[in-house]
């Protein structure tokens, strides 16, 4: 039995023996210029900043997030040998700030340092001039801190139970301040209220510094604020912590209970901080920040100082993680917000 082989022309095997040497070259001037986009991006990355940037903090001095933005700058600077500057642009629950920074360019030399807030603005403010999830790119979640409940040490309420059995023998007796409608101490006192089937009376402010100013005097019976405006009143005997809303409890204020631990199982709302910039920023910039901010954050003092200072947990995450947490906490503030119809003040 014998088998005809085809025969290959020479002229055919020409053709092919030439599309093939064409695809090669191909192939190594495709490589070739990858590996020189890969070189020249991290030559980029390397040589960035070679002026000075600017972060952005978009809540005034005497908040949580001027000092934050403030450390880091100064930290960075020192590392990294050029000027990290910190400019306020205030106003509209951190939106002003933010917006500007979303229009920014995207060229590495603008960043906004974000709270909690950032993920509920775009349910609260009518007409948000950037997009929360297109015109952003993440950076880093800093750290998540538990907000904390508070009274006088002239109130009643020495744990949680006793502020909702005064609330139900007396529905809206009970006061409580927030630094203002729609903020995340009033939204976790809405769901808290929710669950546990009791009605207190909201009284929002303008900042931690006049709510807590009239907790101390007794004015309002509860203050609900940050671990770091509250913990400190706490500690000096001035106010009694009354429990904390994160899922364990905080560093700052240890003889505190969570909500979890008072009748509300599983229950977590977190204040936190984040860096994002213009989205387009190129992601060896983002990449090389993220890794100079995880050196500033891996230091004994600077985790000691946000710890104890603000009763922060630090995350130093990944521009990832950060991206799914905002979506995360867009997705359950939103419903929070539209379910109840709470407005701006």
Not at 231 to 238: D, L, Q, S, T
Not at 243 to 255: L, N, Q, Y
Not at 257 to 265: A, C, H, K, N
Not at 288 to 302: F, G, I, Q, S, Y
């Amino acid at each position: 039995m014998s088998v005809s082989l085809p025969v290959i022309q020479p002229l055919t095997c020409k053709k092919h023996w030439g599309r093939s040497l064409q695809a090669v070259r191909l192939g190594v001037t495709a490589l070739f210029a990858l590996l020189f986009a890969l070189m020249t991006c991290a030559s980029f990355a390397q040589a960035w900043p070679t002026r000075p940037v600017k972060f952005i903090s978009p809540f005034p001095p005497g908040g949580s997030v001027d000092p934050l933005a403030r450390l880091f700058a100064a930290r960075l600077t020192d590392n990294m040998g050029q000027q990290f500057i910190v400019e306020n642009k205030t106003g509209a629950s951190g939106s002003i700030g933010t917006a500007f920074v979303a229009k920014s360019a995207p060229d590495g030399y603008t960043f906004v340092f974000v709270f909690d807030t950032h993920a509920v603005n775009p349910a609260l403010i009518p007409n948000l001039p950037y997009d929360t999830l297109k015109d952003l790119v993440p950076v880093m979640l800093v750290g998540t801190s538990p907000m904390a409940i508070a009274t006088a040490q002239s109130k009643p309420y020495q744990r949680f139970a006793d502020v909702i059995a005064a609330a139900k023998a007396k529905p809206e007796a009970v006061s409580y301040g927030s630094v203002g409608n729609g903020s995340l101490g009033h939204l976790t006192m809405t769901l808290v209220q929710q669950a546990g089937g009791f009605k207190v009376t909201h009284a929002p402010y303008k900042g931690g510094g006049p709510m807590t100013a009239d907790a101390l005097g007794g004015q309002i019976d509860l203050a609900v604020g940050s671990v770091a405006v509250i913990a400190p009143h706490v500690r000096g005997g001035k106010l009694r912590g009354v429990a904390v809303t994160g899922d364990k409890r905080s560093a700052a204020m240890p003889d505190v209970l969570t909500l979890s631990e008072q009748g509300f199982p599983g229950f977590s709302a977190l204040a936190w901080w984040g860096v994002f910039a213009p989205a387009g920023t190129p992601r060896p910039i983002i990449d090389r920040l993220n890794a100079e901010m995880a050196k500033v954050l891996a230091d004994p003092a600077t985790r000691k100082q946000l710890s104890e200072g603000q009763g922060m947990d630090i995350a130093s995450s990944t521009p990832e993680a950060l991206q799914k947490w905002t979506e995360g906490e867009l997705i359950r503030w939103t419903k929070v917000v539209r379910d109840n119809q709470i407005r701006p003040d």
